[in-house]
Protein backbone atom coordinates (compact mmCIF):
# COMPACT_ATOMS: atom_id res chain seq x y z
CA UNK A 1 0.00 0.00 0.00
CA UNK A 2 1.26 3.15 -0.70
CA UNK A 3 -0.53 7.15 -0.79
CA UNK A 4 -0.70 9.20 -4.05
CA UNK A 5 -1.22 12.57 -3.70
CA UNK A 6 -2.67 15.23 -6.22
CA UNK A 7 -0.63 17.65 -5.14
CA UNK A 8 -0.90 21.08 -7.06
CA UNK A 9 -4.54 22.55 -5.18
CA UNK A 10 -3.51 19.72 -2.00
CA UNK A 11 -3.54 21.93 0.99
CA UNK A 12 -3.21 18.39 3.57
CA UNK A 13 0.37 17.26 1.72
CA UNK A 14 2.26 18.15 5.22
CA UNK A 15 -0.92 15.97 7.54
CA UNK A 16 -0.84 13.05 4.97
CA UNK A 17 2.83 12.61 5.59
CA UNK A 18 2.79 13.49 9.05
CA UNK A 19 0.39 10.41 9.14
CA UNK A 20 1.62 8.21 7.05
CA UNK A 21 5.34 8.38 8.87
CA UNK A 22 3.38 7.07 11.42
CA UNK A 23 2.16 4.06 9.92
CA UNK A 24 5.39 3.83 7.53
CA UNK A 25 3.80 3.97 4.98
CA UNK A 26 5.29 5.20 1.42
CA UNK A 27 3.61 8.69 -0.31
CA UNK A 28 3.80 10.01 -3.87
CA UNK A 29 3.54 13.09 -4.32
CA UNK A 30 2.65 14.18 -7.90
CA UNK A 31 2.89 17.71 -8.97
CA UNK A 32 3.59 19.73 -12.07
CA UNK A 33 6.90 22.01 -12.41
CA UNK A 34 5.32 24.77 -11.46
CA UNK A 35 4.85 23.94 -7.99
CA UNK A 36 8.39 23.48 -6.44
CA UNK A 37 8.03 20.61 -3.66
CA UNK A 38 10.63 19.22 -1.38
CA UNK A 39 10.01 16.49 1.08
CA UNK A 40 12.54 14.44 3.09
CA UNK A 41 9.50 11.37 3.27
CA UNK A 42 8.05 11.01 0.18
CA UNK A 43 8.91 10.73 -3.01
CA UNK A 44 8.27 13.65 -5.19
CA UNK A 45 7.38 13.81 -9.03
CA UNK A 46 7.06 16.57 -10.87
CA UNK A 47 5.41 16.38 -14.60
CA UNK A 48 5.00 18.53 -17.53
CA UNK A 49 2.26 21.25 -17.27
CA UNK A 50 -0.55 20.05 -18.65
CA UNK A 51 -4.17 19.15 -19.24
CA UNK A 52 -4.89 15.91 -16.72
CA UNK A 53 -0.93 15.09 -16.95
CA UNK A 54 -0.98 14.64 -13.10
CA UNK A 55 -4.08 12.66 -13.28
CA UNK A 56 -2.16 10.25 -15.93
CA UNK A 57 0.87 9.83 -13.76
CA UNK A 58 -1.16 9.26 -11.26
CA UNK A 59 -3.19 6.32 -12.53
CA UNK A 60 -0.14 4.97 -13.93
CA UNK A 61 1.28 4.19 -10.25
CA UNK A 62 -2.06 3.42 -8.62
CA UNK A 63 -2.33 -0.33 -7.62
CA UNK A 64 -5.66 -2.02 -5.73
CA UNK A 65 -5.18 -1.16 -2.47
CA UNK A 66 -3.73 2.12 -2.39
CA UNK A 67 -5.08 5.36 -1.55
CA UNK A 68 -5.20 8.55 -3.68
CA UNK A 69 -5.71 11.53 -1.87
CA UNK A 70 -7.72 14.26 -4.81
CA UNK A 71 -10.43 16.82 -4.58
CA UNK A 72 -10.49 16.14 -8.62
CA UNK A 73 -14.09 14.10 -9.14
CA UNK A 74 -12.90 12.78 -12.77
CA UNK A 75 -9.29 11.42 -11.21
CA UNK A 76 -11.58 9.77 -8.19
CA UNK A 77 -13.22 8.04 -10.81
CA UNK A 78 -10.55 6.35 -12.70
CA UNK A 79 -9.01 5.62 -9.05
CA UNK A 80 -12.34 3.80 -7.99
CA UNK A 81 -11.88 1.77 -11.03
CA UNK A 82 -8.47 0.75 -10.25
CA UNK A 83 -9.74 -1.04 -7.06
CA UNK A 84 -8.51 1.73 -5.01
CA UNK A 85 -9.58 4.15 -2.15
CA UNK A 86 -9.85 7.69 -2.55
CA UNK A 87 -10.14 10.51 0.34
CA UNK A 88 -11.12 13.91 -0.89
CA UNK A 89 -9.22 16.39 1.05
CA UNK A 90 -12.23 17.34 3.13
CA UNK A 91 -12.37 13.66 4.90
CA UNK A 92 -14.30 11.73 3.34
CA UNK A 93 -14.06 8.73 0.77
CA UNK A 94 -15.27 8.61 -2.85
CA UNK A 95 -17.07 5.40 -3.44
CA UNK A 96 -19.17 3.68 -6.07
CA UNK A 97 -22.21 4.52 -4.94
CA UNK A 98 -21.68 8.44 -4.71
CA UNK A 99 -19.12 9.21 -7.79
CA UNK A 100 -21.45 9.51 -9.97
CA UNK A 101 -23.98 12.23 -8.53
CA UNK A 102 -20.29 14.02 -7.83
CA UNK A 103 -19.45 14.17 -11.86
CA UNK A 104 -22.87 14.97 -12.63
CA UNK A 105 -22.73 18.03 -9.66
CA UNK A 106 -19.35 18.51 -11.46
CA UNK A 107 -20.84 18.42 -15.16
CA UNK A 108 -23.42 21.06 -13.75
CA UNK A 109 -21.12 23.40 -11.98
CA UNK A 110 -18.93 23.53 -15.47
CA UNK A 111 -22.00 24.36 -17.16
CA UNK A 112 -23.20 27.13 -15.00
CA UNK A 113 -19.08 28.73 -15.14
CA UNK A 114 -19.41 28.65 -19.04
CA UNK A 115 -22.29 30.63 -18.68
CA UNK A 116 -21.17 33.42 -16.28
CA UNK A 117 -23.40 32.90 -13.80
CA UNK A 118 -22.10 32.93 -10.11
CA UNK A 119 -21.51 29.69 -8.33
CA UNK A 120 -21.83 29.72 -4.79
CA UNK A 121 -18.43 30.79 -2.55
CA UNK A 122 -16.44 28.53 -1.69
CA UNK A 123 -15.93 28.41 2.45
CA UNK A 124 -12.39 28.91 3.42
CA UNK A 125 -10.69 26.16 4.33
CA UNK A 126 -10.29 26.52 8.42
CA UNK A 127 -7.73 24.23 11.06
CA UNK A 128 -11.16 21.91 11.84
CA UNK A 129 -11.06 21.03 8.32
CA UNK A 130 -7.73 19.84 8.75
CA UNK A 131 -8.27 18.14 11.85
CA UNK A 132 -11.27 16.47 10.41
CA UNK A 133 -8.94 15.17 7.52
CA UNK A 134 -6.15 13.94 9.49
CA UNK A 135 -8.45 11.75 12.04
CA UNK A 136 -10.15 10.08 8.63
CA UNK A 137 -6.66 9.32 7.44
CA UNK A 138 -5.20 8.53 10.90
CA UNK A 139 -8.44 5.80 11.35
CA UNK A 140 -8.30 4.48 7.69
CA UNK A 141 -4.66 3.84 8.25
CA UNK A 142 -4.90 2.29 11.76
CA UNK A 143 -7.40 0.22 9.97
CA UNK A 144 -5.30 -1.22 7.22
CA UNK A 145 -2.28 -1.43 9.24
CA UNK A 146 -1.37 -4.66 11.19
CA UNK A 147 1.67 -4.23 13.92
Known sequence: MKILIDADA???KNIIIQVAKKYQIPVIIVSNYNHRMTSDYARIITIDEGRDMADHEIINHTLPGDLV?????GLASLVLMKKADCLHQNGWFYTNDNIDGL???RQISQKIRRS?????H???RTEKD?????KKLDEYLKS????
Open 130 to 134: NDVFE
Open 69 to 73: VTQDY
Open 144 to 147: RCQF
Open 122 to 124: IAK
Open 103 to 105: LMQ
Open 10 to 12: SPV
Open 116 to 120: KQRNT
